[in-house]
Each structure stands twice: as C-alpha cells, then as structure tokens.
C-alpha cells in the first residue's frame, strides 16, 4: 500500500526558514498535481501550494513570494521551501498527491514559529 511520509518540521524563531518533503513509499500512477495544504488550530484545512505534472505551480496568497515547491526528477518527492517565516505559518502541513482515481494524503508534519 502506498504511504506518502513526510519530514522537516519543527520549531523555527519568525524569519527562519524550513524545508518539507513528501516521498511516496510505492509508485503512484498518473499523478497529475501534487500540493501542500495546511490546518491551524480550530482552522479549516487550507491550501499552501500545488504543483502540476507540468511543473505549473499555485501558492496561497499568504505565502506568495516566501514559500516555493518543487518536486523531484521522478515526481515522486514533493518539497516546499519555506523563508521568511511568520508565526501565523504555524500548523500541520500535509501534502498530498492527486491522481484520476484518488487523492493519497500524507500524515502531517508540525511546523511551529515562535521566538
């Protein structure tokens, strides 16, 4: 069964930066977009950033400019670079990768900014 593990959160002071990757444990077939959506506490979960299988990116207004994803030759990791961080940033980042047939999700990876 294909998993999608997540890695790169943690605690980082206003300004810092991170980097979050997604790898799929197994091959996904047809995946046509890949993205990264956050939720807050007491939020709704909310779109960061999604990237098509022809590299066309789309960023939350919120993160424009700050934040960049990419993915790997295979397309089968997916990262999201994260500067100039706000603690307005803070919550749990999970990526996803989307396919005709279903849309695969990964567990969740906390990001905090706090001095």
């Known amino acids: 069964q294909v998993q999608l593990v997540e890695s790169g959160g943690g605690l980082v002071q206003p300004g810092g930066s991170l980097r979050l990757s997604c790898a799929a444990s197994?091959?996904?077939?047809?995946?046509?977009?890949t993205g990264w959506y956050r939720q807050a506490p007491g939020k709704q979960r909310e779109l960061v950033a999604t990237?098509?299988?022809?590299?066309?990116?789309n960023y939350a207004d919120s993160v424009k400019g700050r934040f960049t994803i990419s993915t790997d030759n295979a397309k089968n990791t997916v990262f999201l670079r994260m500067n100039s961080l706000k603690p307005e940033d803070t919550a749990v980042y999970y990526c996803?990768?989307?396919?005709?047939?279903?849309?695969?999700w990964g567990q969740g990876t906390q990001v905090t900014v706090s001095s």
């Open positions: 197994g091959s996904i077939f047809g995946v046509y977009r």
């Open positions: 996803k990768f989307s396919t005709s047939a279903r849309d695969y």
């Open positions: 990237i098509t299988s022809g590299d066309s990116t």
